[in-house]
């Protein structure tokens, strides 16, 4: 069972909880709420503030799945946390494209964004946003009157979530506007911290947590609460990346840091069950998770999103669980190709199971026709029976089958369809609700851990058996273990492994290949073939409405 209580529209300081970025109006949860003695009186009420804190990660706003968007200036279901991450992460890659005519949702996979995106501005401001919650909690729980006696446990969980934020501004925005929770509310304007100095504090304070925090220990804590596991992944993608982020590789510190897993979990035995509807059962591979369930946690974002997004054509409903797909996503035939046939993880939509998913309702057609036949025939001699139609008259001349090449991005039958996540349990029973998920968002994996280990090794770090951590994943994947490896063939397997959980851009620029012509993609730089791009787009840029607002800030270079 998951247990963690997600309290929804109960407590946030009206007063207290406002964004370190200057012209976002945050609205409180409850505006009747409106000062901190009222809404925090009892240890349970600061517990429930937490509790909202967690939640800001699993929905848009506070009240239903689009109530109370805590983002202006965007529908709400398109604002929420990880879905506006996988917007920024995955559609500006080769993982997928999205055939929704959107505001400027084409513009990310085209590689054709500016300062006034939309998109690129409701992600920004939804780390803010959280951010500032984190800042608020710690604030208050600290200053707090009563006694609260996991008051250090809470304020590390907060540091904890609002590190991973950081994460996500300094690997999506570089150099961004800086508050924590010594900033006077109202007023200090924020002042923008270097990506390097960034990185620095985001390391201090994993460092901080890991050697003397109450957080619970690797692997102790509820599910869906993070531990000490959870700031091991951030801080290991903070130097996985620290090249990019700072100019200086930082390779042996992740290796070293990812050593503290081991022991602590394993590769779970089946790839697929690790995203279906009962996945919180998988903690023997999942570090933490962000929480989704079909009747109490509502949202139009996270797995919701992938999988809703994910379905359409001819895509059977009942077998993914969900009521009916929106027919969005698809992924891109260069992508598809990472995948052997025999890899357990290569689930995608082709015209091999969509010629299943015909055959099989065809065959329904067939017996719901005879049923029908027989049925008339007995009660009216002079009924006429419905003549069945071939297969081939069934299908019609014009039927559109699902192809590998995108000449159209609008259209969901070109680019294979994407069956990574799923509504349905490891039984093969459905989820509790078909119009929203159970499906937990599985942010940090040890397979991730492991090919970072893999990586590393490959990148001159010592003390770390790089191979047999590759060969660990393809092993699970059913591929035959090898003897040597590249770096080229780690970036092949993270792709295979962690494709839809929000990497791949990092890891592509990490590679240097996100914006270089030295690896195209179908409709990357708007053109079919593909085509590089400036290298300034490594780096999103900072929303032209909050430099307008804060005189302190400066626009990434190149926008």
């Given at each position: 069972?998951?247990?963690?209580?997600?309290?929804?529209?109960?407590?946030?300081?009206?007063?207290?909880?406002?964004?370190?970025?200057?012209?976002?109006?945050?609205?409180?949860?409850?505006?009747?709420?409106?000062?901190?003695?009222?809404?925090?009186?009892?240890?349970?009420?600061?517990?429930?503030?937490?509790?909202?804190?967690?939640?800001?990660f699993a929905t848009s706003g506070f009240?239903?799945?689009?109530?109370?968007?805590?983002?202006?200036?965007?529908?709400?279901?398109?604002?929420?946390?990880?879905?506006?991450?996988?917007?920024?992460?995955?559609?500006?890659?080769?993982?997928?494209?999205?055939?929704?005519?959107?505001?400027?949702?084409?513009?990310?996979?085209?590689?054709?964004?500016?300062?006034?995106?939309?998109?690129?501005?409701?992600?920004?401001?939804?780390?803010?946003?959280?951010?500032?919650?984190?800042?608020?909690?710690?604030?208050?729980?600290?200053?707090?009157?009563?006694?609260?006696?996991?008051?250090?446990?809470?304020?590390?969980?907060?540091?904890?979530?609002?590190?991973?934020?950081?994460?996500?501004?300094?690997?999506?925005?570089?150099?961004?506007?800086?508050?924590?929770?010594?900033?006077?509310?109202?007023?200090?304007?924020?002042?923008?911290?270097?990506?390097?100095?960034?990185?620095?504090?985001?390391?201090?304070?994993?460092?901080?947590?890991?050697?003397?925090?109450?957080?619970?220990?690797?692997?102790?804590?509820?599910?869906?609460?993070?531990?000490?596991?959870?700031?091991?992944?951030?801080?290991?993608?903070?130097?996985?990346?620290?090249?990019?982020?700072?100019?200086?590789?930082?390779?042996?510190?992740?290796?070293?840091?990812?050593?503290?897993?081991?022991?602590?979990?394993?590769?779970?035995?089946?790839?697929?069950?690790?995203?279906?509807?009962?996945?919180?059962?998988?903690?023997?591979?999942?570090?933490?998770?962000?929480?989704?369930?079909?009747?109490?946690?509502?949202?139009?974002?996270?797995?919701?999103?992938?999988?809703?997004?994910?379905?359409?054509?001819?895509?059977?409903?009942?077998?993914?669980?969900?009521?009916?797909?929106?027919?969005?996503?698809?992924?891109?035939?260069?992508?598809?190709?990472n995948f052997s046939d025999n890899d357990?993880?290569?689930?995608?939509?082709?015209?091999?199971?969509?010629?299943?998913?015909?055959?099989?309702?065809?065959?329904?057609?067939v017996a719901d026709t005879k049923k029908?036949?027989?049925?008339?025939?007995?009660?009216?001699?002079?009924?006429?029976?419905?003549?069945?139609?071939?297969?081939?008259?069934?299908?019609?001349?014009?039927?559109?089958?699902?192809?590998?090449?995108?000449?159209?991005?609008?259209?969901?039958?070109?680019?294979?369809?994407?069956?990574?996540?799923?509504?349905?349990?490891?039984?093969?029973?459905?989820?509790?609700?078909?119009?929203?998920?159970?499906?937990?968002?599985?942010?940090?994996?040890?397979?991730?851990?492991?090919?970072?280990?893999?990586?590393?090794?490959?990148?001159?770090?010592?003390?770390?058996?790089?191979?047999?951590?590759?060969?660990?994943?393809?092993?699970?994947?059913?591929?035959?273990?090898?003897?040597?490896?590249?770096?080229?063939?780690?970036?092949?397997?993270?792709?295979?492994?962690?494709?839809?959980?929000?990497?791949?851009?990092?890891?592509?620029?990490?590679?240097?290949?996100?914006?270089?012509?030295?690896?195209?993609?179908?409709?990357?730089?708007?053109?079919?073939?593909?085509?590089?791009?400036?290298?300034?787009?490594?780096?999103?840029?900072?929303?032209?409405?909050?430099?307008?607002?804060?005189?302190?800030?400066?626009?990434?270079?190149?926008?």
């Open positions: 069972m998951k247990t963690l209580k997600y309290i929804i529209g109960a407590l946030v300081l009206a007063a207290g909880l406002t964004a370190c970025v200057g012209d976002l109006d945050v609205k409180p949860i409850d505006p009747s709420m409106n000062t901190a003695d009222k809404a925090l009186v009892t240890e349970e009420d600061y517990f429930s503030l937490l509790a909202q804190c967690y939640t800001g009240k239903g799945p689009n109530g109370d968007n805590a983002i202006s200036g965007i529908d709400g279901g398109f604002s929420q946390y990880f879905r506006g991450r996988y917007h920024l992460n995955g559609l500006t890659t080769d993982e997928a494209v999205c055939g929704w005519n959107d505001q400027t949702l084409q513009d990310l996979h085209g590689m054709a964004w500016t300062t006034t995106d939309v998109f690129v501005a409701a992600f920004y401001y939804r780390i803010f946003y959280l951010i500032s919650a984190f800042n608020e909690f710690i604030r208050q729980a600290d200053k707090a009157t009563i006694e609260l006696p996991e008051k250090a446990l809470w304020i590390a969980e907060a540091r904890t979530l609002r590190a991973f934020c950081w994460l996500d501004a300094i690997d999506n925005y570089g150099n961004v506007p800086f508050a924590d929770e010594t900033a006077v509310v109202g007023a200090d304007i924020p002042k923008q911290i270097s990506r390097k100095d960034l990185f620095n504090y985001i390391e201090s304070e994993c460092l901080e947590l890991l050697e003397g925090s109450d957080l619970y220990e690797v692997g102790q804590s509820p599910y869906g609460r993070v531990n000490k596991g959870t700031v091991i992944m951030i801080l290991a993608k903070l130097y996985l990346n620290a090249e990019v982020y700072t100019g200086t590789a930082k390779y042996q510190e992740c290796a070293d840091v990812l050593a503290k897993l081991d022991g602590k979990y394993s590769l779970h035995n089946k790839y697929q069950e690790l995203f279906l509807a009962d996945n919180h059962k998988c903690t023997d591979e999942i570090i933490w998770s962000v929480e989704q369930d079909g009747d109490n946690v509502q949202s139009y974002g996270v797995t919701n999103y992938l999988i809703f997004a994910c379905t359409g054509g001819d895509m059977d409903t009942k077998e993914i669980g969900i009521s009916s797909g929106w027919g969005g996503l698809r992924t891109t035939p260069e992508f598809y190709k357990t993880r290569k689930l995608f939509f082709t015209e091999k199971e969509q010629e299943v998913v015909l055959k099989r309702n065809y065959d329904t057609y029908a036949n027989e049925e008339g025939k007995k009660n009216d001699p002079k009924f006429e029976e419905e003549k069945i139609k071939t297969y081939e008259d069934w299908l019609g001349e014009d039927k559109k089958w699902q192809q590998a090449d995108i000449e159209l991005v609008s259209e969901f039958t070109h680019g294979y369809g994407i069956m990574k996540f799923k509504n349905i349990n490891s039984d093969g029973t459905k989820g509790k609700a078909e119009g929203f998920v159970d499906t937990d968002f599985p942010v940090f994996r040890y397979a991730d851990a492991l090919l970072m280990k893999a990586e590393c090794a490959k990148r001159g770090a010592t003390g770390v058996d790089g191979l047999a951590a590759f060969n660990a994943v393809r092993k699970r994947a059913g591929l035959s273990e090898v003897q040597e490896y590249s770096l080229e063939n780690v970036l092949q397997e993270r792709a295979c492994e962690l494709y839809m959980e929000g990497w791949r851009r990092s890891d592509l620029v990490r590679f240097g290949k996100f914006t270089s012509a030295s690896k195209l993609w179908q409709w990357k730089g708007g053109v079919k073939a593909g085509k590089g791009v400036s290298a300034h787009l490594n780096l999103f840029p900072i929303p032209s409405n909050d430099l307008n607002a804060n005189s302190n800030l400066v626009q990434n270079s190149g926008y």
